[in-house]
């Protein structure tokens, strides 16, 4: 049966029947235990599950992402929570040179099952390093695998096949999305499957995360001009799983990408090269990006104006209309 | 007056002991040796304790307004420095002129110890910038929320003064870098501590030690004092009551000197208590018990010195009422400056991304303007 719950709760009941059905599954990091983390996605685990299991770690990511290296070589299944996005460089070396590497370094005989959550992106008034996007870097690295939930039943979903996954998976979380209520069910989609949430004709809009919501609403608004904008939910961005993308371009002949992420090299230049080699000749217009500008995320106070919004997706609907 | 060694000083003192020069109940210890034989103690004037007083009723009293706008909403976040009010204010005090600081979020009782005007941090916390101040002009680093990040470049700062000659003198300079004990977990705190033991960085570690990392204790960063940590890095390090000003004022200052000399660097461990949450965004009732902050209240840094003040007779009780009211006044002072903070104008956040520009950005801004017209007279 169906539940109503927040992101944040579709997190935590998922991370619980990980640990249920996994006697291997262990959390790791800064603040999940005693408290519940920072956003309490993991409250109540460590009083259940022990402290063996969920993990008051040092104050270190380059320890938490490491240590847990060795816990997957020594058979663990290691759940890694990075506090916040701008904290994760710490672990970048041991993510870049180690975890993502040693399956290949190994001939395929060494699997890591790792999985490091980072809540991500804007939109919470917070001060520095606690608004970025940076999951380009990741999915830039061959060897990881990066995922990202918009709602609440594909947080529950997803974050359980990333645990189940042999891959080491990046899990991003959309963190101003996590106090969002929605229906809660297991559905055992593949993990790296992208998804219509919105039919339409004249335009495809592909967002993921957080965007989803401004991408939706814009299709909403867009409606009552008349006009009928297709959504998909990337889900997956390393695999990227551009099929579904591919044919509804090939049907509206129009498509935006939507990311919080600097436009600069981020997932959005990556789909708009395949698109274009995939649908040349469906398309009408370029596609165009609506994307962070190429500054470093800047004050709170001026957050809404940077971050992607439902006019901003509008506008470059209107523009890929006027090409 | 007292005197002592450290194990014999502070009966409250965790095990190891610590430096103490004045007591809960505001008595004096006259000298403490520390554990390599320097001997530490103060010799000021009435001035200079009223001085010490009225600094630590102050950053106070500052904080306690911050911690009101956070509530009301005129702030995004606020890293309060209740409790620790001696462990900055006796830092602070014992850096001579010269010297450069590097804090993390919560140095604001330095900040003020240095003469900076206390609304210089206020920006960052409302959010309408991220610091924007020159760390040179004040000697003061940018706040620094990326745990530990601070400490390798207070200890490159602190090669460059080698470099410079700027050693090896009663004028020379030293670096003050703050931390706090979960920091001690990350691998560039290590790295400061590794590098600054091989140049022979005239550099001071100032870890205040005040038990929490957020919600996690101590245990969960160390399974020895702190202080201790340096000795396998090759410098000293010494354990100080953080919440006694004079104690804390002695070490720093004896280690900045020393650091200026030319004697490398020490780590102070500063053991204090966040008296209250890590930041407005926390709840610390989730992970420690009532208790624990009650058998911290009877060592407040302000109670210990105005009992002394009062058994000394340096302060009577217009003095410390006249304290009260400069506080109050300049915290209400604050409180309006910081309401006149206003927000930036949008388009300024693609100004000082380079030192120079650069085309794409001046790009975007004028694509960002001609989009930001389109709404002109529109309600958005
Ligand atoms: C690299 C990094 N990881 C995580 C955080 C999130 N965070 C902010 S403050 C904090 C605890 C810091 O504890 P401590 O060093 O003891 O200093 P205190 O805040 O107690 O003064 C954490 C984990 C961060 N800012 N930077």
């Known amino acids: 049966m169906a539940e109503m719950m927040t992101l944040g709760k579709a997190l935590n009941a998922g991370l619980r029947k990980a640990l249920e059905d996994d006697p291997k599954v262990v959390i790791m990091g800064e603040d999940v235990g005693k408290l519940g983390g920072v956003f309490r996605i993991t409250d109540g685990l460590q009083k259940d599950f022990g402290e063996d299991r969920v993990m008051d770690t040092p104050l270190a990511e380059s320890g938490i992402v490491g240590t ?36 290949y370094r190994s001939l395929g005989r060494l699997r890591l099952p790792i999985v490091i959550r980072i809540p991500y992106g804007g939109g919470i008034g917070a001060v520095e390093h606690h608004s970025e996007s940076p999951e380009a870097y990741f999915s830039h690295t061959p060897g990881l695998k990066v995922v990202t939930c918009s709602n609440p039943s594909d947080a529950y979903t997803m974050i359980q096949q990333a ?17 969002e209520k929605g229906e809660v069910e297991f559905s055992d989609f593949p993990l790296h499957a992208s998804r219509v949430v919105r039919e339409g004709t004249d335009a495809t809009v592909l967002a993921y995360g957080p965007m989803v919501k401004v991408a939706t609403d814009a299709a909403s608004a867009a409606a009552e001009d008349g006009r009928s904008l297709e959504v998909i939910d990337l889900r997956t961005l390393s695999p990227l799983d551009l099929g579904p993308v591919y044919a509804s371009v090939r ?42 500008y190429d500054i470093p995320y800047p004050a709170a106070r001026v957050e809404e104006e940077y971050l992607p919004d439902l006019d901003r997706v509008l506008d470059a609907v209107d523009r890929a209309f006027g090409w | 007056m007292a005197k002592g060694d450290l194990e014999t000083v502070g009966a409250d003192a965790p095990a190891g002991g610590y430096v103490q020069l004045l007591t809960p109940d505001g008595d004096r210890v006259e000298r403490v040796t520390g554990p390599d034989g320097t001997e530490y103690s103060v010799d000021f004037t009435d001035a200079e304790y009223r001085t010490l007083y009225r600094d630590l009723v102050t950053v106070r009293r500052l904080d306690a307004e911050a911690t009101a706008l956070q509530r009301q909403g005129e702030l995004g976040i606020w890293a309060s420095l209740l409790g620790q009010e001696a462990a900055q204010v006796g830092a602070g005090r014992a850096m001579r002129p010269q010297d450069m600081a590097f804090p993390t979020y919560r140095e604001h009782g330095v900040l003020y110890t240095r003469g900076i005007d206390p609304i210089m941090p206020f920006g960052l916390f409302r959010g309408v910038n991220q610091g924007g101040w020159d760390p040179q002009e004040y000697k003061f680093n940018q706040y620094t929320i990326v745990i530990g990040a601070q400490t390798l470049h207070a200890t490159g700062y602190a090669m460059g003064i080698t470099m410079d000659g700027k050693t090896g003198s009663a004028d020379g300079e030293a670096v003050i870098a703050f931390f706090g004990d979960g920091a001690t977990s990350q691998g560039d705190v290590n790295e400061a501590f590794v590098w600054s033991g091989v140049y022979h960085a005239p550099i001071v570690f100032f870890c205040q030690n005040n038990q929490y990392a957020i919600s996690e204790p101590l245990e969960r960063q160390t399974r020895i004092p702190l202080y201790r940590r340096s000795s396998g890095f090759g410098f000293p390090g010494v354990r100080v009551d953080g919440n006694d000003v004079l104690a804390t004022f002695a070490v720093t200052r004896a280690a900045l000197d020393n650091a200026r000399q030319g004697q490398g660097p020490t780590l102070i461990e500063a053991y204090t208590y966040r008296m209250g949450a890590h930041t407005s965004s926390d709840d610390p009732t989730r992970y420690r018990i009532a208790s624990e902050v009650e058998s911290w209240k009877v060592k407040d840094p302000i109670s210990r010195l105005k009992a002394f003040l009062e058994k000394q007779q340096v302060g009577d009780a217009a003095f410390f009422a006249e304290v009260d009211e400069q506080a109050k006044a300049e915290a209400i002072a604050l409180r309006e400056r910081v309401l006149e903070l206003q927000d930036p104008d949008p388009v300024t956040m693609f100004d000082h991304v380079y030192p120079h520009g650069s085309p794409e950005v001046d790009a975007q801004r004028e694509a960002f303007q001609r989009y930001q017209a389109t709404f002109e007279g529109s309600a958005h």
């Open chain 1, 163 to 179: 645990i189940r996954s042999d891959d080491p998976v990046v899990f991003f979380e959309p963190k101003r999305r996590y106090w």
């Open chain 1, 68 to 103: 847990a290296v060795g816990l997957a070589i020594r058979g663990y299944r290691p759940v890694c929570e990075i506090q916040f996005d701008g904290f994760v460089f710490p672990a970048y070396n041991q993510i870049v040179t180690q975890v993502a590497k040693m399956h």
């Open chain 1, 251 to 292: 049907k509206t002949g129009r498509c935006v990408v939507v990311h919080e992420a600097p436009g600069n090299l981020g997932l959005g230049a990556e789909i708009a090269a395949r698109v274009t080699e995939e649908c040349f000749y469906s398309l009408e217009a370029p596609v165009l990006r609506v994307a962070g």
